[in-house]
């Protein structure tokens, strides 16, 4: 119930600021005038179209950097020279703002999907490298006793001991790692795309038409919560919530 | 329970070791033979657990020799359990190379049985009391083929009164399923009540100081006369 009040303060808080003369109509649109800008956006199909073409980019973007990510930092955490070896350039690219790719990711891979997938790619990869490489390294390590004791070896411990050990922490790092891809999206989408939210908050600043930015704004903060909801019930699984609960 | 007098043997020969500057060890001998309940009673610090470490393989010691025949298997104080595996799953870790399905479901609904923990095998250790997940460590170790357990004050984390029922348990289910049991404890009650044999460790670098042979009849109560002398005379040892 609290969280609808704090919303309803919100919009009227808007609505109030957007009546006065405070700002002019173009500069403030109205709820009422956003609301009219969604119905519009979402019959001409553009919405739609846009919302698919920036979930697709982030999916595959995402899904590429977790299916590299996740092994390496297991492969990094268990293996002390290695982790020497590769923490100062993780660390680096880590603090380097994805942004700072988009020019290359142009040159690279031209407009399209491709410059979209490369920059979650560069946004993502690293963080979930370096939080599994931590959890790995950080196991206790009665449990690689315990395995030892009952015969665990090679690959039979990484997927029964090593990997449902970090499981939690990796899935705290995908979450978080999935929220800084979908801020990444909107800016790469802006500069290297010719579809997606990112985009279309683009165009709409191009014809001045901020009823239809704020539009986009509100679909990308609601889909980023909502994709968010879907990958918390991941920490719901019975095999992880040890991981949550102590 | 295929007969097991021939594989397990465990003994120390003159073993030694340090941390760094620290000299852990000296020239510690120690046999432990087949069936028998150790006890290594001693001062924390004083390097018990590092002689469990040694037997268990996890140390090297800079000198002696180790001989370790059989499946050794370790208890730990606290949290040995895998919080990711239910305690059925925890339980059947060391029954994996049974092939048949359903005798390691059998064997797996025995050992719950056999701890009184029926109608927890779904649940996972953190859903459980600390007695409770000391418990199915019990039936874990003593699932499949182990000969020698290796038990670190595994009781040391419990209140008192669970410890006590915890003695008990044990007692019961070596005398249903026999190991060789080398058993670490800074409390002396319980080293009365369980060992066959209690070691009386002293200073640093640890050395026996004493070896106290205990023939009462299991299971024993805190106020028996056998268990009440032995621990006068661990006490007069350790000086207390």
Not at chain 1, 126 to 138: G, K, R
Not at chain 2, 94 to 99: D, I, Q, T, V, Y
Request: charged share 20%; net charge neutral.
């Amino acid at each position: 119930m609290l969280p609808v009040i704090v919303l309803l303060g919100l919009l009227s808080i808007w609505y109030f600021v957007s009546i006065t003369d405070l700002f002019p109509g173009y500069a403030l649109p109205s709820p009422l005038a956003v609301a009219k800008s969604f119905r519009e956006e979402m019959l001409a199909g553009r919405l739609i179209n846009d919302i698919i073409a920036s979930l697709w980019r982030v999916a595959v973007g995402f899904v590429l950097s977790a299916l590299l990510g996740i092994p390496a930092g297991l492969w990094l955490g268990q293996h002390m020279h290695a982790r020497h070896a590769f923490l100062p350039m993780l660390n680096f690219f880590r603090f380097l703002s994805p942004l700072a790719w988009i020019p290359f990711a142009i040159l690279w891979f031209h407009i399209g999907d491709k410059p979209a997938f490369f920059l979650i790619f560069m946004a993502t990869f690293f963080p979930l490298v370096l939080a599994t490489m931590s959890a790995v390294a950080t196991i206790p390590s009665i449990y690689f006793r315990v395995a030892q004791d009952y015969h665990y070896k090679g690959l039979e411990l990484l997927r029964k001991v090593t990997f449902p050990a970090v499981l939690p922490q990796i899935i705290t790092s995908l979450r978080v790692s999935y929220g800084i891809a979908w801020v990444v999206i909107v800016a790469a989408e802006m500069v290297g795309c010719q579809d997606g939210l990112g985009y279309g908050i683009w165009e709409a600043r191009n014809g001045l038409r901020l009823d239809s930015a704020v539009c986009y704004m509100m679909v990308i903060g609601l889909l980023g919560m909502g994709i968010d909801r879907l990958l918390y019930q991941l920490t719901k699984l019975p095999n992880v919530r040890w991981g949550y609960e102590r | 329970m295929k007969d097991k007098s021939a594989v397990c043997r465990l003994q120390l020969e003159r073993v030694s070791h340090s941390f760094g500057q620290v000299s852990v060890l000296h020239e510690l001998s120690l046999v432990v033979n087949h069936g028998e309940v150790v006890v290594l009673v001693g001062p924390s610090g004083c390097g018990k657990s590092t002689i469990l470490n040694v037997l268990s393989g996890d140390i090297t010691p800079l000198s002696g020799l180790v001989r370790r025949e059989g499946v050794i298997r370790t208890i730990h104080q606290q949290d040995g359990l895998f919080p990711w595996l239910t305690v059925s799953e925890n339980i059947a870790m060391g029954l994996r190379s049974m092939e048949n399905t359903a005798h390691r479901e059998r064997e797996v609904s025995d050992l719950i049985n056999l701890v009184h923990l029926e109608g927890f095998g779904h649940h996972y250790p953190h859903q459980l009391s600390g007695g409770m997940r000391q418990r199915v460590e019990l039936a874990r170790v003593l699932a499949g083929d182990s000969d020698i357990l290796l038990m670190d004050e595994p009781f040391s984390a419990l209140d008192y009164q669970s410890r006590v029922r915890m003695r008990r348990e044990l007692i019961r289910l070596l005398q249903l399923r026999p190991r060789t049991v080398v058993f670490v404890t800074h409390d002396i009650e319980e080293a009365a009540q369980l060992a066959d044999r209690v070691m009386v460790l002293s200073g640093r670098p640890a050395t026996i100081s004493c070896e106290l042979l205990i023939d009462a009849a299991h299971p024993r109560d805190l106020t028996d006369n056998a268990v009440i002398e032995t621990m006068k005379k661990i006490l007069k040892e350790l000086g207390l």
